[in-house]
Nanobody, 118 residues
Framework: HVQLVESGGGSALAGGSVRLSCAAS??????YSWFRQAPGQEREGIAV???????RYADSVIGRFTISRVNTANTLYLEMNPLKTEDTAKYYC???????????????WGQGTQVTVS
């Protein structure tokens, strides 16, 4: 049974930082990614990482967010700094086999964690 569980969301001030974690269990996937969805907007892929550590970011977060993973622990992280008010969204981790930010390529999703920036 595949399970992805996010943690670390909450409220933060603009200019501050938040670190999200995602614990994966049940299967070791090739790629892990972070998506986010703000109210009234489509879900957006923001970062993806593959086993060798290659990463890809959306333009909206490049230079501010850092995705990382610990393969032995099947854990994914997202360091967000500095935050902007427009980063307010529900953040999801996802697992799959393709090195892409296209959500259709990911079959396994966490329940999401809210990040609110004021």
């Amino acid at each position: 049974h595949v399970q992805l569980v996010e943690s670390g969301g909450g409220s933060a001030l603009a200019g501050g930082s938040v670190r999200l974690s995602c614990a994966a269990s049940g299967y070791a996937f090739n790629t892990y990614s972070w998506f986010r969805q703000a109210p009234g907007q489509e879900r957006e892929g923001i970062a993806v990482i593959e086993p060798r550590g290659n990463v890809r970011y959306a333009d909206s977060v490049i230079g501010r967010f850092t995705i990382s993973r610990v393969n032995t622990a099947n854990t994914l992280y997202l360091e967000m700094n500095p935050l902007k008010t427009e980063d307010t969204a529900k953040y999801y981790c996802a697992a799959g086999e393709s090195f892409t930010l296209n959500e259709e390529s990911f079959d396994h999703w966490g329940q999401g964690t809210q990040v609110t920036v004021s």
